[in-house]
């Protein structure tokens, strides 16, 4: 990618004191938009193997109980612009789904998919320092 810690770091703090540069997400944010999002990162691991976007139903709601949600059989990702207010929310949340499906795919016969586990902190650290993101905010 051709980034260093030390640049992202200088481009998030330059995002900070530049509000502009972080985008108001709840315009733009269509299934068009987050089925983009999943077909990016499904290129690389530990997604390569997911279905494709034909195959997975994406939906964008506002009243939700929760930021986004992964539902398997059939594979769904769910998620709410109320919660999710900038680019930067909806790319963590549809990452957070990813690896849930990630776990689901995993194990089909278990319903481990839906926790918050050492499993699932493994694999967000491997999508966060692929994407030089913060493992806390995902």
């Known amino acids: ?9 200088k481009m998030r703090n ?3 004191k530049h509000w502009w540069l972080i985008v108001k997400a709840q315009g733009f944010i269509t299934r068009s938009f987050i089925e983009h999002l999943y ?22 709601v506002y009243n939700h109980d929760c930021i986004g949600e992964y539902t398997p059989e059939p594979h ?12 930067e929310a909806v790319i963590y949340t549809v990452l957070h789904e990813m690896i849930h499906m990630r776990m689901y795919l995993d194990d089909k016969k278990s319903e ?7 499993k699932f902190d493994a694999y ?7 994407y030089f993101l913060d493992p806390q905010e995902l």
């Open 76 to 87: 769904r990702i769910l998620v709410s612009t109320k919660y999710c207010k900038t680019l």
């Open 112 to 118: 481990e998919y839906i926790e918050h586990n050492q």
């Open 124 to 130: 967000n650290k491997q999508v966060c320092a692929m």
């Open 39 to 60: 077909n990016t990162f499904r290129i690389h691991k530990p997604f390569q193997d997911f279905p494709d976007s034909i195959d997975v139903d994406f939906d964008v």
């Open 1 to 9: 990618l051709g980034f260093t810690l030390h640049s992202h770091l």
């Open 14 to 16: 330059l995002a900070d």
